[in-house]
């Protein structure tokens, strides 16, 4: 690192006593640290501001104290930089981001900065999103959440799929549409919103009901993750979607509102849990589960059942869309991976739920139904391991 600088959302607080915070009020990211008797620690985290290589921070800190040498500086720094809190200045943007997408995502790029260590930047991060394609199945309630919160994030390609028309009853929720909307395809209704939301992404539309394993398939084909904000034909949606998912290898995420419990979990295949190992572990363990999914499947089915309204719709949406990001870019594994995120919105309270993945699983088991595709399945990426702060 050769001109190393305390990052900005990271500014030290001198808190009396010799004492130093750094890294805010943030849970699992702050530090205190206490400061010498000559005020060294503190002299240093304001040297180091980016104008100034390794060789001068030890210049200065002799000037300050003598005695310090080059070898305890770089001691120093290394810490600061293995917490995470230092960035190289000397780093130039990325020609890929020029200066008016970097000054739109400015604020993108701050809230990256918790996360990135070198040699990522936040503007890695940026640039993820921007090569990541995703598919928006539904865009109701939830759907048109998620989809506008990818569109202002920068995702770079987004496809939406939905085959209904905006209707009146749809504008307490679908943050998307107006009433001049109303009586249009929601998908062209969306995809003229989104665009002018953020004109530096694509954005697709797909006005089409999946109906099968093969529609499902075409939504995934291609893409980095799918997220499944539609519920009908409800349950069967969910074993269509799974294997698709597992046939293409492709992670899809699923979200709903049951009445004043709302959900989200994310499948990545033959990593986590899928869909058929939850359903499969549930009737093994919950003997009222099997009469109840095909009493869902065979008499509620298509029936729209939907108390939602726009504060619903609007936290699990952007909770959606934060998992999603955090899963494209690597900043860090997402909490929903393999287990289902509960929220009951009456009481406020959350629980997660974890997916079991079961060896003798009817689909993504060694002797299951689905056969694996050519390539590995993609996880979570690497970089949560070897580059993200978590």
Not at 154 to 164: A, E, F, K, N, S
Not at 294 to 313: F, H, K, L, Q, W
Not at 333 to 360: N, S
Request: proline fraction near 6%.
């Amino acid at each position: 690192m050769r001109r190393p600088r305390i990052k900005s959302v990271f500014p030290p607080i001198p808190l009396g006593d010799g004492r130093i915070r750094i890294g805010g009020g943030d849970y699992g990211i702050a530090s205190e640290m206490v400061d010498d008797e000559h005020g060294n620690t503190w002299r240093l985290l304001n040297l180091m501001d980016g104008t100034r290589t390794r060789p001068e921070l030890a210049d200065a800190m002799a000037q300050h104290q003598p005695g310090i040498t080059a070898a305890d500086v770089d001691a120093s720094v290394d810490a600061l930089i293995d917490m995470g809190f230092v960035e190289d200045a000397a780093v130039p943007p990325p020609a890929r981001l020029p200066a008016a997408e970097r000054e739109r995502y400015r604020r993108n790029l701050e809230f990256f900065s918790y996360f990135h260590k070198p040699p990522l930047t936040a503007a890695d991060f940026q640039l993820r999103l921007r090569d990541a394609r995703v598919t928006v199945l539904g865009i109701g309630g939830l759907g048109s959440y998620v989809a506008m919160s990818l569109a202002a994030i920068g995702v770079g390609d987004i496809l939406l799929v939905d085959d209904d028309d905006v209707e009146l009853m749809n504008l307490n929720r679908q943050v998307l549409y107006t009433d001049a909307d109303v009586g249009q395809p929601k998908v062209s209704a969306a995809v003229r919103r989104l665009t002018e939301i953020n004109p530096h992404v694509r954005v697709g539309g797909r006005n089409a009901r999946v109906d099968g394993v093969e529609a499902a398939r075409a939504c995934m084909t291609g893409r980095d993750l799918v997220i499944c904000a539609a519920d009908r034909p409800r349950l069967t949606l969910y074993q269509w979607l799974n294997e698709a998912a597992l046939r293409e290898g492709t992670a899809w995420m699923r979200g709903s509102n049951d009445g004043l419990t709302v959900s989200l979990f994310l499948h990545v295949p033959y990593r986590t849990a899928c869909f058929q190992c939850v359903e499969q572990d549930a009737a093994a363990n919950h003997p009222e589960y099997t009469p109840m999914a095909e009493y869902v499947v065979g008499v509620i089915g298509d029936r729209t059942i939907n108390p939602c309204n726009a504060p619903m719709a609007g936290m699990i949406g952007n909770l959606a869309a934060l998992e999603a990001v955090k899963y494209l870019t690597g900043m860090a594994e997402p909490v929903i991976v393999g287990r289902k995120l509960v929220v009951d919105v009456h009481r406020m309270e959350t629980q997660f739920a974890e997916g079991t993945l079961l060896d003798d699983c009817a689909a993504c088991g060694p002797h299951g139904r689905v056969p694996r595709p050519g390539a590995s399945a993609p996880g979570v990426r690497d970089t949560v391991a070897s580059g993200a702060a978590t």
